[in-house]
């Protein structure tokens, strides 16, 4: 029994659909048809068994309609009307009370066995039993005739029953045969066309291993079920695999890229330390300072790549008080650059942020350090917050050095360069932005920059309401 499940669990879903079906149809097949073929026979050995007793009944009325002077002689030699009367595989007897036959009617078969108790002589008795091997009713009842008085004898053979029961066993058969064959054919048919989605799932699966995500072939199956709701959900992974796959291989194209030049310098400097470093302390210092602030800048680059790296799902409960985020970060750049101006305004009823308070905080500090870091002048931020009815709107301008028009629509790129020479000279990752870019989207808020060279530049935030 194991040995067989076992099998069955090893065959092809195709295989197990089919064989499923099949098994079905048959057993529901076999049940109705048993039942069926019950209720038949049933009914048909009943009808057999009116058929024996209407004919007994035509007799015996033939008999009390004659005159009652009518005797066995005349009858004997006038035999055509009572078998007219008779079906013609029927046979009719008539006994004396001591067994001997007066009168045979259609001798088709020999005379069947009396009844064992002499009370059922005085009553019309009704059997099911075999004569020459043939199984019939075999039916005894009391006439008159005239004078006489003895017991008819009819023998109603069931061949014709049999034949019929042989007949519709052979039909239920043949069609249950045919019935089993189409709807397995059709099982496999439609075997075949459902998990054909799932075949090419499966095949979309062994590319996207063997040649990557770029493999992934198009599904044509649009049906809203079970099958459709799970290539949706595929197609849904697979977009999500993608995505965190090109963030993994970006973040280590990127980190091998930019850390280069950092581990270089560092490389370098104590090169320098290990050859003059120990006999000159002012080189000594100067290399250990460079050094010291090349690992601040690569751990700083590193883990903004990682913030680029991941994917956080968003927190539909955040909010933020951006009035409250902006006065902590003004306070923490502040104790960077004391020299720094800050002004704000605020227009409009508080209200809160669809946001949470880190990411919030990221953005300004972000675009915050950009407008003070890239400034030749003594920096000066102009903050305004707008809350409206269906956005909070913060503005952040600086009087920095601004940004030339073929620039703009490149700045959230990663790494991107606005002038090389200033920006190694002033340090920064080119990350900033790209980070900011990321969590607006990630958090549904636009950004909108204005900039002109030496003129300073505008960021115009767009918060959605909680």
């Known amino acids: 029994m194991k040995k067989l499940q076992q099998m069955i669990l090893n065959l092809s879903l195709k295989a197990k659909w089919t064989l499923t079906v099949g098994a079905t149809i048959f057993i529901s097949y076999a049940i109705i048809s048993i039942v069926l073929f019950i209720a038949l026979q049933t009914w048909l050995l009943h009808n057999e068994e009116k058929n024996a007793m209407r004919t007994v009944?035509?007799?015996?009325?033939?008999?009390?309609?004659?005159?009652?002077?009518?005797?066995?002689?005349?009858?004997?030699?006038?035999?055509?009307l009572m078998k007219a009367i008779l079906n013609q595989e029927q046979t009719v007897r008539i006994f004396n009370f001591d067994g001997v036959e007066v009168i045979r009617i259609n001798d088709v078969m020999r005379a069947a066995p009396f009844p064992q108790k002499t009370e059922d002589y005085f009553t019309t008795t009704i059997k099911q039993q075999k004569v020459e091997t043939t199984d019939a009713f075999v039916v005894h009842k009391i006439v008159k005739i005239g004078p006489f008085q003895g017991i008819m004898q009819l023998i109603h053979p069931l061949t014709a029953f049999h034949a019929m029961?042989?007949?519709?066993?052979?039909?239920?058969?043949?069609?249950?045969?045919?019935?089993?064959?189409?709807?397995?054919?059709?099982?496999?048919?439609l075997a075949?066309?459902?998990?054909?989605?799932l075949v090419q799932l499966r095949d979309a699966m062994i590319d996207v291993r063997k040649r990557g995500f770029s493999a992934q072939p198009p599904f044509n199956y649009q049906a809203d079920d079970e099958i459709g709701d799970l290539l949706t959900m595929y197609r849904s992974m697979m977009n999500e695999l993608e995505i965190s796959f090109t963030k993994q291989q970006q973040f280590v194209a990127d980190a091998s890229h930019e850390l280069r030049t950092p581990i270089q310098v560092i490389e370098g400097h104590l090169s320098l330390i290990k050859r003059w470093g120990k006999d000159d302390p002012e080189v000594f210092s100067e290399?250990?300072?460079?050094?010291?602030?090349?690992?601040?800048?690569?751990?700083?680059?590193?883990?903004?790549?990682?913030?680029?790296?991941?994917?956080?799902?968003?927190?539909?409960?955040?909010?933020?008080?951006?009035?409250?985020?902006?006065?902590?970060?003004?306070?923490?750049?502040?104790?960077?650059?004391?020299?720094?101006?800050?002004?704000?305004?605020?227009?409009?009823?508080?209200?809160l942020a669809s946001i949470t308070e880190?990411?919030?905080?990221?953005?300004?500090?972000?675009?915050?350090?950009?407008g003070i870091r890239y400034n030749d002048k003594e920096p000066k931020i102009q903050l305004s917050i707008h809350y409206t009815e269906l956005a909070i709107i913060v503005t952040i301008r600086d009087n920095g050095m601004g940004i030339?028009?073929?620039?703009?629509?490149?700045?959230f790129d990663r790494f991107y360069r606005v002038d090389e020479a200033r920006t190694n000279h002033i340090?920064?990752?080119?990350?900033?932005?790209?980070?900011?870019?990321?969590?607006?989207?990630?958090?549904?808020?636009?950004?909108e920059v204005k900039s002109s060279v030496n003129d300073g530049t505008s960021f115009i935030l767009n918060f959605p309401l909680k």
């Open 57 to 80: 009944d035509d007799i015996t009325g033939f008999f009390e309609s004659q005159d009652s002077t009518v005797t066995i002689q005349q009858l004997q030699n006038n035999t055509a």
């Open 165 to 189: 029961l042989k007949y519709i066993l052979t039909t239920i058969i043949i069609v249950g045969l045919g019935a089993l064959l189409f709807s397995v054919s059709i099982s496999y048919y």
């Open 192 to 197: 075949n066309y459902l998990i054909k989605p």
């Open 287 to 351: 290399a250990l300072d460079t050094s010291l602030k090349e690992i601040v800048r690569m751990k700083k680059m590193i883990e903004e790549l990682l913030q680029l790296a991941r994917r956080e799902e968003v927190d539909g409960n955040a909010m933020a008080d951006l009035e409250l985020v902006l006065k902590n970060v003004k306070q923490e750049l502040f104790q960077l650059h004391p020299n720094v101006q800050f002004e704000c305004d605020v227009i409009g009823q508080k209200s």
């Open 358 to 370: 880190q990411a919030a905080a990221q953005i300004f500090r972000n675009i915050l350090s950009n």
């Open 404 to 411: 030339s028009e073929k620039h703009l629509p490149y700045i």
């Open 427 to 447: 340090g920064g990752t080119g990350l900033g932005l790209s980070i900011s870019k990321m969590l607006a989207e990630k958090y549904q808020m636009e950004i």
